[in-house]
């Protein structure tokens, strides 16, 4: 075989000197990064107060992806042989001007669409929202966050007034007596939060995680329910039930600072303990314990994460676990509460700057008159030429290509050829598109079916904002200067905004400037940061959203005495369980549910990049209880094929008598043949409009040797 020349990457700075953060995931690890370009040395900062110090192996070996062979160094364009040839950024930059004015002109300017992510920093997500509505003036851009924090979003905007993942530092965690951990596996997906929960069960604490998996997190727990996949409601209204029984609530708390709980006892009275355990799957005797725990703790905490989440009633099984908190009184007391466990680097400022398909900065209503105005006269238009809300993100790509929907799209911070629900039918819109752009620093698996591919520099080759699952604002700073050939996600959105005759209102030239921008914008919004610097970020170790003026410390904690309701109360939500949208049958008899393991981030683009990380998790593997694999034949090792009614695929068999017997098991960072996203079902949340990426009903058997060596 050939061997392939490896371009030489250049550089006019190659010291490497920075106090940043992680490139991956919410928990964003300070650190240290210093040495030369052929030898980055990375180290945890122990003064950051979230991790102290602390890693995974993901943010050891982040820098390999600085210098890696395989990064872009150049725009490509798709020939017509169907094969990628280098181009110059101008005449990239033509091309897609062309592109996306000859699209508008003959379909409308909604006919442009812009795809985003929870990656990007403040300052680029900010600019993203404005170069959609300003400079191609579409309604239709939406960003990966759907598919990761919408549900815990929309419940905690009904519930609290606002959304911020957690209303609290996560050193409260450490404080808290009992804590109820849902569908959440951080020992895998934040190791470093995991050093708060030990301090919690150093001193006399408890932890209760509910997960379908005996996860490595649930192993370290008190008490582990194995909830059936689907019935999260059911559980927390089955426990609040017998905290009402028991008179275990929080009388005073509910009468002087909430609203609604009367229907909601009402709905409960229904979920007796025989019933809950029916449909859950958690013995009667364990619902009891939990409640007992919850109810006679002096201080208790309830998070959420994707496990409860991701399902078509996400929103409804965050709320019901919300009126627990609300029950007991524990929201705004000391060391208790809910919270969200936002998941990638920017999770949390992805989704308050207006990349989203409803929203303006500051995390206003797009269909808020008063907002309209705000933001129009900040960006220097008239409201009316602002476009009003778009499609959501799933149902973007459902019709991406078709008669009156987006055919020119540009993606930047996702890889959804392998991470969206029903991937092989996403995959199938995005080549019906006249026009798909894609700006990455790797030929993901989406780039490779883009007309035109921009390379993005990376984390450490541009400064900028990031907020972590705390609501904590951080700064990134600079380590060096990205490849010569290569620009920042910024500078390229400013130079598209320029070809398209809009330069006018993208005239920064770094992220300081697009802040300022940002900070004015959100004034006086939901999120606001208008006293946020990033002086004051270094200063302070971050700084916790909201922050209205330059004198104000910042707010890190929520709650304590009102909430951002009309009415200052928080609201309970009547929630009855409904059934997920695909159940097990005679023809697909199991659950399937999906997740994350330890060395791979998400679709994998930049971690199945990194050596140590591929030794560590090289290829997916399929979980499945030792009862159902002596059933099906299948044996620790084999290769199993799994079968949904949106397709297949095969994996190596992992026989574990932790996980249910009724549901397997397969992570999502695997791309092509391999990607369980093939499998999954794109029902989505009615008001969140998440996808449900935990639940869909699936049939398995031994795959035969042949298929066996195809993957
Ligand atoms: N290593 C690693 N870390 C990451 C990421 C990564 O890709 N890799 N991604 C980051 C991002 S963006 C996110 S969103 C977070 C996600 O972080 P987590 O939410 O912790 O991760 P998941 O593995 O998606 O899901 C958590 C658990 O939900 C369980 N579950 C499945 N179905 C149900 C159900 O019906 N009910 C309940 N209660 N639980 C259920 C699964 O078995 C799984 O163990 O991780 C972040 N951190
Ligand atoms: N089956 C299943 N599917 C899931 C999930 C699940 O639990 N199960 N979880 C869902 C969740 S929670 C999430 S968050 C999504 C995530 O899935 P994706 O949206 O695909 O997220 P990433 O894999 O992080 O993709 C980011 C892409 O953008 C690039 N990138 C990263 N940062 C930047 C940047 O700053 N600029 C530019 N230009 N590019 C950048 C990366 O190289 C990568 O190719 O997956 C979802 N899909
Ligand atoms: S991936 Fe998350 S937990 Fe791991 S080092 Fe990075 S920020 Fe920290
Ligand atoms: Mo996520």
Redesign the pocket.
């Known amino acids: 075989m050939q061997k392939s020349v490896v371009p030489v990457i250049q550089r006019t700075q190659t010291a490497l000197k920075a106090t940043t953060h992680c490139p991956?995931?919410?928990f964003q690890c300070g650190m240290h990064i210093s040495g030369t370009l052929e030898q980055a040395e990375i180290s945890g900062n122990q003064a950051f107060p979230v991790n102290q110090g602390r890693m995974?192996a993901?943010g050891w070996n982040a820098a390999a992806t600085l210098q890696h062979p395989e990064r872009l160094l150049s725009p490509l364009r798709r020939t017509a042989s169907g094969r990628f040839e280098p181009i110059s950024w101008d005449d990239a930059l033509a091309l897609i001007t062309h592109s996306f004015q000859d699209i508008q002109a003959r379909y409308g300017r909604d006919a442009l669409g812009i795809f985003g992510g929870?990656s990007l920093t403040n300052e680029k997500a900010y600019l993203l929202g404005k170069f959609a509505r300003v400079a191609l003036g579409t309604s239709q851009i939406d960003y990966n966050g759907r598919f990761?924090?919408s549900s815990a979003a929309s419940a905690s905007i009904t519930a609290f007034g606002i959304d911020r993942g957690l209303p609290f530092p996560v050193s409260d965690i450490a404080q808290a007596e009992v804590v109820l951990l849902?569908?959440?596996?951080?020992a895998?997906?934040?190791p470093p939060l995991m050093q708060y929960f030990e301090e919690q069960r150093q001193s006399g604490g408890q932890l209760i995680v509910?997960?379908?998996?005996g996860?490595l997190?649930?192993r370290s727990a008190h008490l582990h329910l194995r909830?059936?996949?689907?019935?999260?409601a059911a559980l927390a209204n089955g426990l609040l039930h017998i905290l009402i029984r028991d008179g275990l609530l929080d009388q005073d708390y509910i009468e002087a600072r909430t609203e609604g709980f009367e229907r909601v006892k009402a709905l409960v009275a229904t979920y007796w303990p025989s019933r809950v355990e029916r449909i859950t799957g958690i013995p009667e005797a364990q619902l009891i314990q939990v409640a007992r725990m919850l109810g006679h703790a002096r201080s208790a905490m309830i998070l959420t994460?994707?496990?409860?989440e991701?399902?078509s009633q996400g929103v409804n099984n965050v709320l019901s676990y919300i009126n627990i908190a609300l029950a007991l009184g524990l929201v705004g007391r000391a060391a208790s509460g809910y919270g969200c466990?936002?998941?990638?680097g920017n999770?949390q400022g992805g989704r308050e700057h207006g990349q989203k398909a409803d929203q303006l900065p500051g995390y206003r209503k797009l269909n808020d008159p008063a907002a309209r105005r705000f933001i129009a006269d900040i960006w220097g238009i008239a409201e009316e030429d602002l476009p009003g809300p778009g499609r959501s993100a799933y149902e973007m790509l459902d019709t991406l290509g078709e008669e009156g929907a987006i055919r020119g799209l540009l993606v930047m911070g996702s890889n959804m050829a392998v991470s969206a629900p029903r991937a092989l039918h996403v995959q199938e819109r995005l080549r019906a598109l006249d026009f798909l752009v894609v700006a990455d620093f790797f030929l993901s698996e989406t780039a490779q079916m883009a007309d035109i591919v921009l390379p993005s520099a990376q984390w450490a080759e541009e400064e900028g904002t990031m907020t972590n699952l705390e609501g904590r604002v951080l700064y990134r700073q600079r380590a060096f200067s990205p490849p010569v050939g290569v620009r920042t996600d910024s500078e390229i959105i400013c130079s598209l905004a320029q070809a398209l005759g809009k330069g006018a209102f993208f005239s920064f030239t770094e992220p300081a400037t697009i802040f300022a921008e940002l900070r004015k914008a959100s004034a006086g919004g939901v999120a606001d940061y208008a006293g946020i610097t990033y002086e004051k970020i270094a200063q302070q170790q971050g700084v916790f959203w909201p922050c209205p003026t330059p004198e104000h410390p910042g707010t890190p904690r929520l709650f304590q005495e009102r909430f951002f309701t009309a009415s200052g109360r928080a609201k309970f939500s009547p929630v009855r369980h409904q059934a997920p949208a695909e159940e097990p049958d005679d023809q697909y008899p199991l659950y399937l549910?999906?997740?994350?393991?330890?060395?791979?981030?998400?679709s994998g683009t930049q971690t199945r990049r990194v050596d140590r990380l591929n030794e560590m998790a090289p290829q997916p593997f399929l979980e499945v209880h030792p009862s159902t694999a002596r059933l099906y034949g299948i044996n620790d090792g084999d290769m199993v094929t799994a079968r949904t009614r949106r397709g297949e695929a095969s994996f190596c068999a992992r026989v574990t008598s932790t996980i249910r017997e009724d549901t397997i098991?397969v992570?999502f960072?695997w791309g092509g043949a391999q990607a369980i996203n093939r499998l999954t079902n794109p029902a989505l949340d009615p008001t969140s409009r998440m996808p449900e990426?935990?639940?869909c009903a699936v049939r398995i058997e031994r795959a035969v040797a042949s298929l066996a060596m195809e993957v």
């Open positions: 991956y995931c919410a995974c993901k929870g990761c924090m849902v569908g959440s596996n951080i895998e997906t934040m509910v997960d379908p998996r996860s997190t649930a909830i059936t996949p689907g019935t999260d994460a994707r496990g409860a991701q399902q466990l936002t998941g990638q999770g549910t999906t997740g994350r393991v330890l060395a791979q981030y998400q098991f992570p960072h990426f935990k639940v």
